[in-house]
């Protein structure tokens, strides 16, 4: 039997998270056969996947029912809801997490997207989350603004494995990297096992492209055209030199020595937003060793069905992929502009989605509340 394309990538290192968790996913086994067929070894979730798996199907109706029927309010619904659904995935993802020593099998939880400029409130339900969830291979996501550097510092040093999120730039990318370090510095100092704290750093990609690719078409010109596509996987191929330094670092090596783990970066964002790139490119162009892609199910099963493995295809790039953004900053894009505007925008996004969210339970908890007093 030929070898599967997403059994190759795993094969060179790349660990394959799921970019989606709903009750349903669990509950039907769904979740079980990607990770049986399709060599998923976690999940993330968000806001806005959160948002969808409530508007659709009836598998969170009964405790929807039984939340009203507490007097529970909205927030405490959303909570409740959340942390159910991630301790059900951890348990899917448990053997995976025992066999992979606790790099894999993990489950994510974002903060409240509106804490993100709160250091002090991520910071809180962080360790709310940690503690509700109680799962080992549980990450809590925490983004990557400037308030958020000091909450994965903090959390970090307290022993939660943290999922950095919304990162965008190369700068901002060394920033979290050194939060980490922080954080575990501060962790070895309190006498906390190092071993139990891991992290990923989800650097979003397509996001880059797209707010690029806009930009290089209104330049409009021969050589602006010619760059289009080009920025996300040159961004992401420098990310990976980031990271190679930093954990190569003489501070990083004291902490590995140690015990710690390093924080291993995460492909984001992953799906192609433009039909005309081929629906595997931010896949197949960012294969290494020591990293995870978490990808929307469409690209998962792209990848499975004609993803093109070919070995490590990011060593060598990094004289190539800082060409690429020499050339896009000579058209006169701001690098440093349009990664702090995606990030903007990213959390500006998740609000969004997380207004949804309280939306749909807020009415569900009505609908639930009218039904039994019309008993």
Known sequence: MTESSTAKLAAEGVSIWLDDLSR?????????NLIDTRNVVGVTSNPTIFANALSNGEAYDEQVRALAAAGKDVHEAVFEITTTDVRNA????APVYETSGGTDGRVSIEVEPGLAHDAAGTIAQAKQLWAKVDKPNAMIKIPAT?????????ATAVGISVNVTLIFGLERYREVINAYLTGLEQAKAAGIDLSGI?????FFVSRVDTEIDKRLTAIGTQEALALKGKAAVANARLAYQVFEQAFDSERAKVLLAAGANKQRPLWASTGVKDPSYPDTLYVTTLVAPDEVNTMPEKTLEATFDHGEVTGNTIEGTYDESNAVLDAIAAQGISYDEVTQLLEDEGVEKFIVSWGELLDTVSQALSQASAAETAR
């Open 24 to 32: 349903e996913l669990v509950g039907s086994g769904k979740l079980q």
């Open 90 to 93: 951890a348990d899917v993802f």
């Open 146 to 154: 400037a308030e958020g550097l000091e909450a994965i510092a903090a």
């Open 198 to 202: 891991r992290s990923v750093a989800s």
